[in-house]
């Protein structure tokens, strides 16, 4: 990845096209969700382990897609805090029924 960004809004239209396929990003969604419920199960109700394992499943959802899927190499590893921007933002559109104008928005 020799791209260098600024700013979220420059990172964005690169995030959506290393997630370019709809299994991608499938998988990606399917697992913040998941890691996002995790999380609120624990501060409502649940165990405390139930935060730590929000991480390992919507990150290992993630990175599985992006071997087995995508073929590419995730942007977490570069783009940390962006990534998970990215990743919350991408669950946000797809729940709210606007990632896909927002995928033709960027061209893809």
């Known amino acids: 990845m020799a791209e260098r960004f600024g700013s979220f809004a420059e990172f964005w239209p690169f995030y959506l096209r290393e997630h370019a396929r709809p299994a991608t990003r499938a998988v ?10 995790l999380v609120l199960a624990a501060v409502l109700a649940g165990p405390w382990w139930l935060a730590v394992l929000a991480p390992v499943i919507g990150y290992g959802c993630a990175w599985i897609s992006h071997m087995a899927i995508e073929r590419n190499r995730p942007a977490t590893f570069t783009y940390p805090a962006w990534s998970l921007l990215g990743d919350l933002r991408m669950a946000w559109l797809a729940a709210t029924g606007r990632l896909g104008a927002e995928l033709r928005r960027q061209g893809l």
């Open 28 to 37: 990606h969604v399917a697992g913040t969700w998941a890691g996002a419920a």
